[in-house]
């Protein structure tokens, strides 16, 4: 997506993946930093941690809770590279909502599936939107209770459960990373609650394309949508971050559909 943007625009520059392990993230921001990189994207599970990792937090990753973007902006005087924390999430998975599930927000019932650093932005946003109802479900309570308690403070009109919900929901959203590998099972424990509840359904993994969720859902007569929406304008806000231009979304978008079809690198 990025490198295709690049090619299109006429950049030389060049989108690289690196696997960093959690304990060692500090040493990677200031190693990309050293190294003079525009900027970094950050996905699971380093989105929360980076939030004491960046010298300074723009504004969307102080409401929504998380860092999935990092700039590194020269000081002026000091010449010193300085990260900046982004949070481009919380838009994206509001407008792939609206453009792929053709979702209205204001009003919905939603289950929420996971309370990680997707989890927390997802619902701080839908809170945002004015959902009539959100339930928080997720494997340590804890978090989802944590979650729900902010949202009370700074959306106090949302009713929010940590529970699952004992009627239909207009929208089931999964931002757990259960999906990802061939074995996982589903995200959604469906003695808890059905798949024929809902109307919609979406995951925001988008490789594979459709998972066991996603599959199981459409058997249920479901609209379903994956995280791809959501992944081409997160990027393409990232990108605007990064380089200021605006971003080739057609572009963009025929290079990720061309990478989530194509098959899956072994590792």
Request: with cysteine.
């Amino acid at each position: 997506m990025h490198n295709a943007a690049f090619a299109a625009l006429g950049l030389n520059w060049r989108y690289l993946a690196f696997e960093v392990n959690p304990k060692n993230l500090r040493a990677a921001i200031e190693g990309a930093k050293a190294m003079n990189f525009a900027g970094i994207n950050l996905t699971v599970p380093h989105k929360l941690l980076a939030l004491e990792m960046v010298d300074e937090l723009d504004i969307s990753a102080k409401v929504w809770g998380a860092v999935n973007t990092i700039k590194f902006v020269q000081s002026p005087k000091s010449k010193v590279q300085s990260p900046i924390g982004f949070n481009t999430d919380a838009d994206a998975i509001a407008q792939s909502l609206r453009e792929d599930l053709k979702i209205k927000l204001r009003g919905a019932k939603v289950l929420l599936l996971g309370a990680g650093g997707a989890g927390k932005t997802a619902a701080l946003k839908l809170a945002a939107e004015n959902v009539a109802e959100l339930f928080l479900v997720n494997r340590t309570k804890s978090k989802a209770e944590a979650i729900a308690a902010e949202i009370k403070k700074q959306f106090p009109s949302v009713t929010i459960s940590t529970d699952f919900p004992e009627s239909n929901v207009d929208l089931i959203l999964n931002a757990t990373s259960l999906g990802l590998n061939p074995g996982d099972p589903s995200p959604l424990d469906e003695s808890q609650f059905s798949l024929k509840q809902t109307r919609a359904v979406y995951d925001m993994i988008y490789r594979p394309a459709e998972t066991k969720l996603l599959a199981a859902a459409k058997k249920s007569g479901c609209k379903t949508a994956n995280g791809l929406g959501m992944l081409l304008h997160q990027g393409a806000k990232a990108f605007e971050i990064w380089t200021g231009k605006p971003a080739p979304l057609d572009v963009m978008r025929k290079a990720l559909e061309s990478a989530v079809q194509s098959p899956k690198p072994k590792a």
